[in-house]
């Protein structure tokens, strides 16, 4: 059965609306519903309805993304990337171990509210990356030319140590200059 292309525009609107939807904080859930009801005005004009449910999922993104704890869990995913890129890609531990601790630091420092949080991220990430790059036994580091031993997991593993510090450090710092 072939299905009419202004139900699957329809169908794609209403996917459109719902992740719009689902984007929006808790308290904005109010602008969903009108989100849908002026979705619903827009039925018979499958043009329109897609244009809304497109800026509808825009405003949806632009207002999640201003939230806090969104902006929090950006910033730290992109750090935490660039953060292994590098230790990826240069032969300088100094360099990598500096990065970290300066990451942790200032992070700890700009979201004090989750400082153990951000250093545990932030220190374990390379254990992480090691690891997974041994199990998968793809994308070894720059530096290494055979997969790392125990003991090298173990090393990579206390930069925890150094991650947590900085991040409380950081904390520390922010709560005796004040907000």
Same mark, same amino acid.
């Given at each position: 059965?072939?299905?009419?292309?202004?139900?699957?525009?329809?169908?794609?609107?209403?996917?459109? !609306?719902? @992740?719009?939807?689902? *984007? =929006?904080?808790?308290?904005? +859930?109010?602008?969903?519903? /009108?989100?849908? %009801?002026?979705?619903?005005?827009?039925?018979?004009?499958?043009?329109?309805?897609?244009?809304?449910?497109?800026?509808?999922?825009?405003?949806?993104?632009?207002?999640?993304?201003?939230?806090?704890?969104?902006?929090?869990?950006?910033?730290?995913?992109?750090?935490?990337?660039?953060?292994?890129?590098?230790?990826?890609?240069?032969?300088?531990?100094?360099?990598?171990?500096?990065? !970290?601790? @300066?990451?942790?630091? *200032? =992070?700890?420092?700009?979201? +004090?509210?989750?400082?153990? /949080?951000?250093? %545990?991220?932030?220190?374990?990430?390379?254990?992480?990356?090691?690891?997974?790059?041994?199990?998968?036994?793809?994308?070894?580091?720059?530096?290494?030319?055979?997969?790392?031993?125990?003991?090298?997991?173990?090393?990579?593993?206390?930069?925890?140590?150094?991650?947590?510090?900085?991040?409380?450090?950081?904390?520390?710092?922010?709560?005796?200059?004040?907000?």
């Amino acid at each position: 059965m072939r299905m009419k292309g202004g139900d699957t525009i329809r169908r794609i609107s209403d996917m459109l !609306l719902a @992740l719009a939807c689902r *984007l =929006l904080p808790r308290d904005k +859930a109010d602008w969903g519903d /009108a989100m849908r %009801a002026e979705a619903a005005q827009l039925d018979r004009q499958w043009r329109e309805s897609v244009r809304w449910s497109l800026g509808c999922v825009w405003a949806a993104s632009v207002v999640r993304a201003r939230e806090p704890d969104t902006s929090y869990v950006v910033l730290l995913s992109g750090l935490c990337g660039g953060l292994v890129y590098l230790d990826w890609h240069t032969m300088e531990t100094a360099a990598t171990i500096a990065a !970290l601790v @300066l990451i942790a630091g *200032l =992070l700890g420092f700009t979201y +004090a509210r989750h400082a153990l /949080a951000t250093g %545990a991220a932030v220190g374990c990430i390379l254990f992480v990356a090691h690891a997974l790059s041994t199990l998968t036994g793809e994308f070894l580091p720059f530096y290494q030319c055979e997969n790392p031993s125990v003991e090298d997991w173990l090393t990579v593993f206390a930069l925890t140590g150094p991650g947590i510090v900085s991040s409380l450090t950081g904390r520390f710092i922010r709560t005796r200059i004040g907000p």
